[in-house]
T-cell receptor, first 114, second 115 residues
Framework: AQSVAQPEDQVNVAEGNPLTVKCTYSVSGNPYLFWYVQYPNRGLQFLLK????DNLVKGSYGFEAEFNKSQTSFHLKKPSALVSDSALYFC????????????WGLGTSLAVNP | NAGVTQTPKFQVLKTGQSMTLQCAQDMNHEYMSWYRQDPGMGLRLIHY???????DQGEVPNGYNVSRSTTEDFPLRLLSAAPSQTSVYFC??????????????FGAGSRLTVL
């Protein structure tokens, strides 16, 4: 069965420290992987995606993610966290056979402390 | 460019009442969808559409109807509201990229409470 896991409900980091939000997936075929962010009382916003090519993907607001096929992971990273990065982060995956439906993780709440 | 516009932002219903959540996009996106977001449940797809006149069910379609008479609009109808439909609803749209991956543009959400 196709699935996405975000193993941490919440991640806490200090401002200026690097952050990682984890995502693992299970799909048949080649995955298309996404990260979205949701700020309080807002809709989701697209951050970045991986389709093919370079395993390190750069996105909005200084975020990047690394695709690891052997570990079936797509972790979101940022070298230096900002308080304004505090939000809910969602990982999602579709696959080449059915890119009309996304499979979503349950989300990880990121809190960046001043 | 307004993007995806949802109305209303907030609504309170009594059990058994009906209502329609409106969604409009001005980006000429072929694909439109409705999600509900509940604590601990993430995002769940209710219905989606790949073009005018074409709709299909997502993972939680029961209790909801949709139609797509134009490219721009994709209303979600609750025919007889139940407390279990208390949720935050998001409309999202995208281009349909052949062989590619959809990037969704989301509306700001509609918070529905059913008493």
């Amino acid at each position: 069965a196709q699935s996405v896991a975000q193993p941490e409900d919440q991640v806490n980091v200090a401002e200026g420290n690097p952050l990682t939000v984890k995502c693992t997936y299970s799909v048949s075929g080649n995955p298309y992987l996404f990260w979205y962010v949701q700020y309080p009382n807002r809709g989701l916003q697209f951050l970045l995606k991986y389709i093919t090519g370079d395993n390190l993907v750069k996105g909005s607001y200084g975020f990047e993610a690394e695709f690891n096929k052997s570990q079936t992971s797509f972790h979101l990273k940022k070298p230096s966290a900002l308080v304004s990065d505090s939000a809910l982060y969602f990982c999602a995956v579709s696959y080449a056979g059915n890119n009309r439906k996304l499979i979503w993780g349950l989300g990880t709440s990121l809190a960046v402390n001043p | 460019n307004a993007g995806v516009t949802q109305t209303p932002k907030f609504q309170v219903l009594k059990t058994g009442q009906s209502m329609t959540l409106q969604c409009a996009q001005d980006m000429n996106h072929e694909y439109m969808s409705w999600y509900r977001q509940d604590p601990g449940m993430g995002l769940r797809l209710i219905h989606y559409s790949v073009g005018a006149g074409i709709t299909d069910q997502g993972e939680v379609p029961n209790g909801y109807n949709v139609s797509r008479s134009t490219t721009e609009d994709f209303p979600l109808r609750l025919l007889s509201a139940a407390p279990s439909q208390t949720s935050v609803y998001f409309c999202a749209s995208s281009y349909l990229q052949s062989g590619g991956a959809n990037v969704l543009t989301f509306g700001a959400g509609s918070r529905l409470t059913v008493l």
